[in-house]
């Protein structure tokens, strides 16, 4: 009875009330029922399919006397798990080939460097995409306010609530309304017609969460991706100096060996990592290869370390089962993030959008049991047998099978023999090719870590900037220009808490670098591009974000300042600048 429960709980909850609660929280309908309603509505086509294909699929079977109705729930248990089963090979297989490889990769701190400096220069990119947004859906949403009177006792309130949402919830902040009138002929005709009802100020607010949601998101990932570059950046100086003062400036032995063991124990440690997870992606290969063969003979080695010691040591069988499963789950929900269709469902700690958690609850519940009754098979416990009873689990679904053809039991057996070609194709780099041939959605291929010299050198001005910054007293964000950017005031308490420990760490690498007497060839290109980096953030006459602020806002006889959060005159008041003079950039603007 509890396996039954929990299964048809966690189908209910993976394909209806998940989804449900997803489109709710996209919604951006102004009351509790109708964002209900509206994430029915958003469903009803992908419903409306699913439940045809379900009664016409019925009907024939029941016209045909091949199936009745206390067969259908085997049949929606079978057709559950064989969907669960096919996308779980896809996922299993590339795990368990990246896995081991991108431990390898990190094992050398050198040539990751450039990976990371190519990961904060695309990070950056897509921030700066989701800045323009942003900065339109302000712009689009105080044009919407200007085109509602206040006369209107319907629109009006409910356009204020999308500005107050906008005051509460975006990085870029606005607290009055009676501004210059926005520059109308800067957005696209349809950015105007929000205003018309209700559903449009609806679908407005929605694209102001969605809006506010990627800008978090995008920053939240530049800024983790660049503090790992100047953390690879630290540790390769020190390996290149041979000089293991701690980033956090201690002098303590405990520190001093925990940096020394970063630099140059840890690289070791992973080359032993990939290396057993290159055995043990073999040996589930081998395992889910010889499903078929059963137990006369048992081919599998887990099954074989499992069945030997069932009845010695309970913690060691225990640990068997475990760590294989353990391994499997790893390498299936690492692919599954790494499929182009889930980029924009990234994860980020601390800025991830409740949508993107929820769609991570779902996936995992809707593949863990297959991945599991998969797993049963891998060390052979279908056809164990313990006083003549099974396991609850494989008497279930095992008899769910059996009244299925093709789908059924003989499925589970031998599908997983495709695992091998896939493994193959993947480990010789032949997959990405034939994706590209059969595949021309990129929601269906893997992200492959290629480190291109655009990005890259990007990515390591960009550092240089933010390490410059941290010097300057800013915070890791502070060396990018964009507009909207919440970073020493912000949204992210962390970034303020943190910026002290990131300069420290800046401040370590220059004292290293001074102690030698010598430069490292990154800390000698280093050396200009700070100072240029400094010169240029103090002799650009005007900011290009700050351009297109005028642009939207107008000119008030002289140029607007956009000062940090927390100072300029007034501490929140409006500071006028006369044409030429220019405030410094920061990472967190607020629109004064």
């Given at each position: 009875?509890?396996?039954?429960?929990?299964?048809?709980?966690?189908?209910?909850?993976?394909?209806?009330?998940?989804?449900?609660?997803?489109?709710?929280?996209?919604?951006?309908?102004?009351?509790?029922?109708?964002?209900?309603?509206?994430?029915?509505?958003?469903?009803?086509?992908?419903?409306?399919?699913?439940?045809?294909?379900?009664?016409?699929?019925?009907?024939?079977?029941?016209?045909?006397?091949?199936?009745?109705?206390?067969?259908?729930?085997?049949?929606?248990?079978?057709?559950?798990?064989?969907?669960?089963?096919?996308?779980?090979?896809?996922?299993?297989?590339?795990?368990?080939?990246?896995?081991?490889?991108?431990?390898?990769?990190?094992?050398?701190?050198?040539?990751?460097?450039?990976?990371?400096?190519?990961?904060?220069?695309?990070?950056?990119?897509?921030?700066?995409?989701?800045?323009?947004?942003?900065?339109?859906?302000?712009?689009?949403?105080?044009?919407?306010?200007?085109?509602?009177?206040?006369?209107?006792?319907?629109?009006?309130?409910?356009?204020?609530?999308?500005?107050?949402?906008?005051?509460?919830?975006?990085?870029?902040?606005?607290?009055?309304?009676?501004?210059?009138?926005?520059?109308i002929d800067l957005l696209d005709e349809s950015d105007l017609d929000y205003a018309s009802d209700e559903a449009g100020l609806a679908r407005l607010r929605a694209r102001c969460k969605a809006a506010i949601a990627h800008f978090v998101g995008c920053r939240g990932e530049y800024v983790i991706n660049a503090r790992r570059a100047m953390h690879l950046q630290a540790v390769c100086k020190s390996r290149s100096l041979g000089v293991y003062t701690p980033p956090?400036?201690?002098?303590?032995?405990?520190?001093?060996?925990?940096?020394?063991?970063?630099?140059?124990?840890?690289?070791?440690?992973?080359?032993?990592?990939?290396?057993?997870?290159?055995?043990?992606?073999?040996?589930?290969?081998?395992?889910?290869?010889?499903?078929?063969?059963?137990?006369?003979?048992?081919?599998?080695?887990?099954?074989?370390?499992?069945?030997?010691?069932?009845?010695?040591?309970?913690?060691?069988?225990?640990?068997?089962?475990?760590?294989?499963?353990?391994?499997?789950?790893?390498?299936?929900?690492?692919?599954?993030?790494?499929?182009?269709?889930?980029?924009?469902?990234?994860?980020?700690?601390?800025?991830?959008?409740?949508?993107?958690?929820?769609?991570?609850?779902?996936?995992?519940?809707?593949?863990?049991?297959?991945?599991?009754?998969?797993?049963?098979?891998?060390?052979?416990?279908?056809?164990?047998?313990?006083?003549?009873?099974?396991?609850?689990?494989?008497?279930?679904?095992?008899?769910?099978?059996?009244?299925?053809?093709?789908?059924?039991?003989?499925?589970?057996?031998?599908?997983?023999?495709?695992?091998?070609?896939?493994?193959?194709?993947?480990?010789?780099?032949?997959?990405?090719?034939?994706?590209?041939?059969?595949?021309?959605?990129?929601?269906?291929?893997?992200?492959?870590?290629?480190?291109?010299?655009?990005?890259?050198?990007?990515?390591?001005?960009?550092?240089?900037?933010?390490?410059?910054?941290?010097?300057?007293?800013?915070?890791?964000?502070?060396?990018?220009?964009?507009?909207?950017?919440?970073?020493?005031?912000?949204?992210?308490?962390?970034?303020?808490?943190?910026?002290?420990?990131?300069?420290?760490?800046?401040?370590?690498?220059?004292?290293?670098?001074?102690?030698?007497?010598?430069?490292?060839?990154?800390?000698?290109?280093?050396?200009?591009?700070?100072?240029?980096?400094?010169?240029?953030?103090?002799?650009?006459?005007?900011?290009?974000?700050?351009?297109?602020?005028?642009?939207?806002?107008?000119?008030?006889?002289?140029?607007?300042?956009?000062?940090?959060?927390?100072?300029?005159?007034?501490?929140?008041?409006?500071?006028?600048?006369?044409?030429?003079?220019?405030?410094?950039?920061?990472?967190?603007?607020?629109?004064?």
């Open positions: 009875m509890l396996w039954t429960i929990s299964y048809w709980s966690t189908q209910v909850l993976t394909w209806a009330l998940i989804p449900i609660m997803q489109n709710y929280v996209v919604s951006g309908a102004f009351s509790v029922l109708k964002r209900l309603g509206d994430a029915l509505h958003r469903l009803w086509l992908f419903y409306l399919v699913i439940i045809t294909l379900c009664i016409i699929g019925g009907i024939v079977a029941l016209l045909t006397h091949r199936l009745q109705l206390s067969t259908v729930p085997a049949l929606v248990v079978t057709l559950s798990n064989a969907y669960g089963l096919f996308v779980i090979i896809a996922l299993l297989g590339y795990g368990l080939v990246e896995v081991p490889r991108t431990l390898w990769r990190r094992s050398f701190p050198e040539s990751r460097l450039k990976w990371h400096y190519h990961r904060v220069g695309r990070s950056a990119e897509k921030l700066a995409d989701a800045s323009t947004e942003l900065e339109k859906v302000l712009a689009i949403a105080l044009a919407t306010t200007q085109q509602i009177p206040r006369s209107d006792a319907h629109l009006r309130p409910l356009s204020d609530a999308v500005v107050k949402y906008l005051e509460l919830y975006s990085p870029v902040h606005f607290t009055v309304l009676g501004r210059p009138r926005v520059n956090s400036g201690s002098a303590s032995w405990a520190a001093t060996g925990g940096w020394y063991y970063t630099c140059n124990i840890r690289p070791w440690v992973l080359c032993l990592q990939a290396l057993l997870a290159v055995a043990t992606s073999a040996t589930i290969i081998w395992a889910e290869a010889t499903i078929g063969s059963g137990r006369s003979p048992d081919l599998s080695p887990f099954s074989l370390a499992i069945h030997t010691r069932v009845a010695r040591r309970e913690f060691l069988e225990q640990l068997i089962v475990a760590a294989p499963l353990a391994y499997m789950c790893a390498c299936t929900y690492f692919s599954l993030f790494k499929l182009g269709n889930f980029g924009f469902y990234h994860m980020v700690p601390g800025a991830t959008w409740s949508r993107s958690l929820l769609l991570s609850g779902s996936l995992l519940a809707r593949f863990a049991a297959p991945l599991c009754y998969n797993f049963l098979h891998v060390i052979r416990m279908n056809e164990y047998l313990k006083d003549g009873q099974q396991m609850v689990f494989i008497a279930k679904m095992g008899s769910a099978f059996q009244d299925v053809p093709i789908l059924g039991q003989s499925f589970n057996t031998w599908f997983p023999l495709l695992l091998v070609v896939y493994v193959l194709l993947l480990t010789f780099n032949l997959w990405e090719q034939c994706a590209s041939k059969f595949f021309i959605s990129e929601a269906v291929r893997f992200d492959v870590e290629r480190a291109d010299d655009e990005h890259s050198s990007k990515g390591q001005r960009l550092v240089l900037a933010e390490q410059d910054a941290l010097l300057r007293g800013g915070a890791v964000g502070d060396g990018i220009d964009l507009f909207g950017v919440s970073g020493s005031e912000g949204r992210d308490p962390s970034a303020a808490a943190s910026a002290g420990s990131d300069r420290q760490q800046v401040a370590v690498q220059m004292a290293m670098t001074e102690k030698r007497g010598r430069w490292s060839p990154h800390a000698a290109h280093a050396a200009p591009q700070i100072a240029s980096a400094g010169r240029n953030k103090d002799d650009v006459a005007r900011p290009a974000s700050e351009a297109r602020i005028d642009d939207l806002f107008g000119d008030l006889g002289g140029r607007r300042a956009f000062t940090p959060a927390g100072t300029g005159p007034g501490n929140g008041e409006q500071r006028l600048l006369p044409p030429g003079q220019t405030s410094s950039s920061s990472f967190s603007w607020k629109l004064r």
